[in-house]
């Protein structure tokens, strides 16, 4: 059985339709990659996963339990919506560091709330800091971890921040342009230990302008257009051997571009 | 003759301080309750709350002053601030609440809705509660952008507390201004100002304290 099984998304703004029928499915283990034009609709639909937004149509499946069904009208209570979105993690472009804590105090503050909630702090609280020195090393920042984010690098929030995301284990990691507000020198770093995770078979959805990342490190790829899956597949099917005319427009951009 | 006015200076400034003191105790807190009902999504809320701030700020303090306390013995033809310095005293305050409550809600309001949305999406996809979120992350945020502000709020209020002369609190003014009938003499009144000036003084360096503790992150 698929880990995550995204059925039929919809998702209006007003009268523009931004997403339709959007349909895919991903296993464990699996890093997927969504490709795409501006405005296509890929950051909406990671907002969708994570119960930012609220789509208008379709099913979201984890596990088997279905945890967002359009056609179910009982109102579903925040409490609910908080322990559902946790099956997922998401990565924002602008890193969203919260700057009053440190780096370390940024990934131990989910998961110390989360203990506290459950009444368990006491006995966790050395093993919360434990793992999220061990993420911060695992992202390279191990000399980083009393850092406030204003004295990090864009490279080094982006870090924190995945390592934050990691602190509460989702099943399913969701990246939005991870590296788009790094510089050029920054977006190796960042994508580094993405590949690093990929290598340790994180699940993950990836929505990247990096091509040849994309083509490196994802397992599948979903081109999207205009608020639909116009292909998927493979990366050589996707990215080499396109089958669309859209979609072989828009890779030739980036091969123009030496990307 | 100079510890004579001294004395009775300090006696006028220990209701300015009161009065100064006892405002913010009360307009503080209020003021967050009003920027919340200003930022509420339903307009039978927000709306009769813009109307008020709209009042407030768009009035003279010295009108409200009157207007509070003459107000109701004129509509309601009883007096409802009790008799005596007190019951002046009490109205006054009541007017400063309100007024500053107001002034700073606009304020808090700002520091809010300054701050990203990222910072709230950020803590809800980690799975916090709204009450988490505001706790834990907006919060600091806020008054960090709030202090300077603030400050110039609270600092203003110090010298506005001189308007309550007009409903005879005995404010540290009115001591100076005393003197000019009693003995013929205007530099009391210009001697009331150095206490104003130690006052301000005490509080700008008690701000620029707070900004300085705040300023380990941006
Ligand atoms: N809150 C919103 N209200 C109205 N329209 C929105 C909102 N959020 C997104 N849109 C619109 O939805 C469409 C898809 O936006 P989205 O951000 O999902 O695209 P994207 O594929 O992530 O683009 P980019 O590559 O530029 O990040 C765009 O036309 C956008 O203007
Ligand atoms: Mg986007």
Redesign the interface.
């Known amino acids: 059985m698929a880990l995550l099984e995204v059925q039929g998304i919809k998702k209006n703004f007003g009268h523009i339709e931004v997403l339709s029928d959007i349909s895919f499915s991903m296993d464990a283990g699996q890093a997927v990659s969504i490709i795409g034009s501006s405005g296509s609709g890929k950051t909406t639909l990671l907002r969708c996963l ?3 937004e609220k789509p208008d149509g379709g099913t979201i499946t984890v596990h088997g339990e279905k945890l967002f069904d359009a056609s179910d009208s009982t109102r579903v209570s ?1 409490a609910d919506i ?2 559902k ?2 099956h ?3 990565v ?1 472009q ?1 890193f ?6 440190t780096a370390l105090e940024n990934v131990m ?2 998961p110390q ?2 203990a506290k909630e459950r009444g368990t702090y006491r006995q966790e609280e050395a093993q919360i800091r434990t793992q999220a020195k061990e993420l911060l090393g695992q992202m390279g920042l191990s000399d980083r971890t009393e850092n ?3 004295q990090l690098s864009g490279g080094q929030c982006q870090r924190v921040a995945i390592a ?2 990691l602190a ?1 284990k989702p099943d399913i990691l969701c990246f939005d342009e991870p590296t788009s507000a790094l510089d050029p020198e920054l977006t190796g770093e960042v994508l580094r230990v993405i590949r690093g995770l990929a290598d340790q078979h994180t699940t993950m959805i990836i929505v990247t302008h990096e091509m040849a990342f994309a083509r490196e490190v994802a397992d599948y790829v979903i081109f999207m257009d205009g608020g639909h899956i116009l292909e998927q597949g493979t990366p050589r099917e996707v990215i080499d051997n396109p089958t669309k005319e859209r979609t072989k427009q828009f890779l030739a951009g980036y091969s123009r571009d030496g990307a | 003759m100079f510890y004579t006015v001294t004395l009775s200076l300090l006696e006028g400034f220990l209701t300015t301080v009161k009065l100064f003191a006892l405002t913010l105790v009360f307009a503080l807190p209020l003021g967050l309750i009003i920027s919340f009902g200003s930022m509420n999504r339903l307009p039978v809320v927000r709306l009769p709350i813009r109307f008020l701030i709209w009042i407030v700020r768009g009035t003279p303090l010295l009108l409200q002053l009157l207007i509070i306390y003459y107000g109701p013995g004129i509509i309601l033809k009883m007096n409802v601030w009790g008799s005596g310095d007190e019951g002046r005293f009490l109205a006054a305050l009541v007017a400063f609440v309100v007024n500053y409550a107001c002034y700073f809600s606009e304020i808090y309001r700002g520091g809010i809705q300054s701050i ?1 949305v ?2 709230y ?10 009450t ?1 979120i505001f706790r ?2 907006i919060l ?2 806020v008054i ?1 952008r709030i202090v300077p502000p603030m400050s110039n709020e609270i600092i203003t209020l110090v010298k506005d507390t001189s308007l309550a002369r007009v409903i005879a609190v005995y404010e540290i003014i009115w001591s100076g201004q005393a003197f000019i009938k009693s003995a013929g003499i205007i530099w009391p009144l210009f001697y009331t100002g150095v206490f104003y000036l130690v006052f301000s003084g005490l509080l700008t360096v008690l701000f620029h304290t707070i900004e300085k503790k705040l300023g ?3």
């Open positions: 994570n119960f930012l925040e908080r322990r979105r946790l997922f993690g998401l924002f602008s969203n560091l919260f700057p009053q804590y503050l989910a709330l989360a406030y984010p204003h934050r995301a509460m | 990203p990222g910072q999406e950020a803590g809800q996809v980690l799975g916090m509660t709204r988490q834990r992350i600091l945020q960090k380990f992150f941006r």
